[in-house]
Each structure stands twice: as structure tokens, then as C-alpha cells.
């Protein structure tokens, strides 16, 4: 039975997660985390999520200590590319993705083909000191973004988050974090589905899928009433 509500917590974790609600999406993997700590799931699901919401400090606890328990693979190796990447750690970033893109998993017609183009350009950025710069400045635009958001300045919010693309091209979460303001707070799908769009074209993430499906149904929603 407690396996059974931990699967379910978990579901619920996810859910939340994708729908951009990362507070509710905590609250779920707490839970689980609380019943087994050193779950490859929990480990996975809270490293994640802490990236997601700028806390890069605790999400390279939870994904160190998941290479550490479980071993070096193409997930492991990606999601602490993307944390040396978020902490300017940029020697180690490149040499992390270089590693995840040398997996068979991230080969041409592997499972994770379709994260080749960021990772290599991610690569290609943390390969270059000088270019690696402009991702500081940018990753100062996301963190002033979360913190407009929480303080409900919701344009402004959307004005940091597209700063935050605008130095560096690959920062997705920055574009999905300004579509769901603008589906969620705003009440704009039209606005949020173009936000969407442009981080799926960068990465071909399954947040943003669900992201940029919703939106589209809102937009469908609206037109059936009209």
C-alpha cells in the first residue's frame, strides 16, 4: 500500500511539474522523499525540480548524490551538464556534455537524439570563456524573473525572462517560465503557445510539449465560445 500511495505522490509530483506548478510539484516529491530518501525517482524528480526553480545549489545535492548511488549514464551526465552550465561552472559543464553526447542513448536515432542540438551548442558556449560570460548575465535575468513572478510583477517577470533568452539562445526554461505567466496569470494563450513554440524549437523538452499542447487547447477553448 505504501508503495502504491508513493507511486501515486510521485504521479501527482510530475503532473505539477509539468504543468509549471514547481511549489505543488514539491510539496508531492517531499512526500515521497520523506518514505525513501535515496529513491533513484526522488533523487531524479528533486534534482530536476531545484534546478528548475534556480536553486542550483540543491540540485547538484540531489544529482551527485544519484551519480554516487546509481552510477554514471547519459541522464546523469546531462542533468549535471545543465548544473555546471546554471552554477558558471563552465570547465565542468562542457566536459559533461561532452560525455552525455559520446552515450549511445544521444546518438543519431537513440531515445535522446532530439537533445543533440542544445547539448552541442551548450558544448560549443562552454567550450569559450568569453561567450560563457553572456550566460552569467543571463542566468542573473532568470533569477530576477522567479523573484518578479513572486512578487505577482508579471510583465516584468516576462521582461527578465526574454533578457534572460536574449544572451543566451538556449535558455528554454526562461521562455516556458514567461509562457506560463502568460497562460496561467495572464490569461493569454495566443501570447503564452508563441512562448512555448520557441522553447520547444530549442529543446525538445517534455514540460514544454505538455506546456505548449495545453495552450493550444486553451486557444481552441476560446474560439469554441465565440
Known sequence: MQNFFAMLQERFGINAYLRGNYDAAERWFRKVEARDPDSLSVLRNLGVLMLAKGDAEAAERYLLKEEKLYGKSFHRHAGLADLAYALGKRKEAAKRYALALQE???????????????????????????????????????????????????????????????????????????????????????????????????????????????????????????
Open 104 to 226: 549511445p542513448e544521444c546518438a543519431p536515432g537513440g531515445p535522446a537524439a532530439a537533445s543533440r542540438p542544445i547539448m552541442e551548442k551548450r558544448l560549443a558556449i562552454a567550450s569559450d570563456e568569453k561567450t560563457f560570460e553572456n550566460t552569467r548575465q543571463a542566468m542573473r535575468h532568470f533569477q530576477e524573473g522567479q523573484r518578479l513572478k513572486e512578487e505577482k510583477k508579471y510583465e516584468e517577470a516576462i521582461a527578465a525572462f526574454s533578457a534572460s533568452v536574449d544572451l543566451d539562445g538556449t535558455n528554454w526554461p526562461g521562455l516556458n517560465n514567461a509562457g506560463s505567466i502568460a497562460l496561467d496569470l495572464l490569461g493569454d494563450p495566443e501570447r503564452a503557445k508563441a512562448f512555448f513554440q520557441r522553447a520547444f524549437d530549442i529543446s525538445r523538452n517534455a514540460q514544454v510539449a505538455a506546456n505548449l499542447d495545453l495552450a493550444s487547447k486553451r486557444i481552441e477553448k476560446q474560439g469554441a465560445k465565440r
